[in-house]
């Protein structure tokens, strides 16, 4: 499909317009916001990431690929998010501190909120007390994102502060991003992890019984 192609270019060529503009077309042809996002926008960060790891690209690139991504993301996401239900429960989703990637994140948000979760985006660079102030506040789950090995090890920090704040057992701890496994989640005691957004909804709703 000819319009998914120009969307990949537009966003791996960081072209914030194009690729607001091919995902506006690629809707008015009919094309659904999962079809969009699996086959243009994901596809298009993986690119990125290999000409980064090659050495072609460098963070500037990196950086202006995201905001177009983020620009196509924008128009998804009001298709993606159901209104009007009831809140299944909260979820306090956060980039882990020290990591600054939040576009994984912020598709894992969309698609909780579309499966009837409310949000408390806590944003990136989360320190461990960010996540344990909002499991005080009445948060069922505390979901966490890394994108960096070298920021994973926060995930665990953070299970152990919620642990030492007495919270551990009140709320249900998730993780994920492109380096976490459940291995990972096993080894630091999360309640579980999932290697996508969509996934993530199914994890949410198991973890709570509600599946
Ligand atoms: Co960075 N970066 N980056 N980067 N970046 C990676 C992650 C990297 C793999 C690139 C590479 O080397 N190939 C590499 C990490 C290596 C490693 O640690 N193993 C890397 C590096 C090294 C860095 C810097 C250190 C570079 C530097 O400064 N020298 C630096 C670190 C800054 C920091 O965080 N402190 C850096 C900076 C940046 C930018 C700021 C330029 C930009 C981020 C902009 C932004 O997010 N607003 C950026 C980008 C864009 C990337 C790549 C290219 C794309 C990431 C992305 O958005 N993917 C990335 C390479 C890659 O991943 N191919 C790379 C698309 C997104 C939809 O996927 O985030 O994996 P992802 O999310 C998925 C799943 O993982 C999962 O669901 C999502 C949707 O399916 N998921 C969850 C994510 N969170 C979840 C939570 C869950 C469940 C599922 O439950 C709670």
């Known amino acids: 499909m000819a319009v998914l192609d120009e969307i990949k270019e537009a966003v791996i060529n960081g072209n914030k317009a194009a690729a607001a503009s091919g995902v506006q077309q690629a809707l008015d042809e009919g094309l659904t916001p999962g079809v969009i996002l699996n086959d243009a926008l994901i596809p298009a960060m993986t690119e990125v990431g290999l000409r980064f790891e090659n050495g072609e690209y460098f963070v500037p690139e990196m950086l202006i690929a995201a905001r177009a991504m983020q620009a196509g993301l924008d128009l998804l996401k009001p298709l993606l998010v159901q209104s009007g239900i009831q809140p299944i429960?909260?979820?306090?989703?956060?980039?882990?501190?020290?990591?600054?990637?939040?576009?994984?994140?912020?598709?894992?948000?969309?698609?909780?909120?579309?499966?009837?979760?409310?949000?408390?985006?806590?944003?990136v660079n989360a320190a461990p007390e960010k996540f344990v102030q909002a499991a005080a506040?009445?948060?069922?789950?505390?979901?966490?994102?890394?994108?960096?090995t070298t920021t994973m090890p926060s995930m665990k920090v953070t299970v152990e502060a919620l642990k030492a704040a007495g919270l551990r057992e009140r709320v249900k701890v998730m993780i994920g991003g492109a380096p976490v496994t459940q291995a990972y989640a096993d080894e630091i005691g999360a309640d579980g992890y999932s290697p996508d957004a969509s996934s993530a909804t199914r994890l949410a709703k198991s973890l709570l019984g509600a599946v």
């Open 89 to 123: 429960a909260t979820v306090a989703i956060g980039t882990v501190k020290g990591d600054l990637h939040d576009i994984g994140k912020n598709l894992v948000a969309i698609m909780l909120e579309g499966a009837g979760f409310a949000i408390r985006d806590l944003g």
């Open 137 to 148: 506040e009445g948060a069922q789950i505390v979901a966490m994102s890394a994108l960096l």
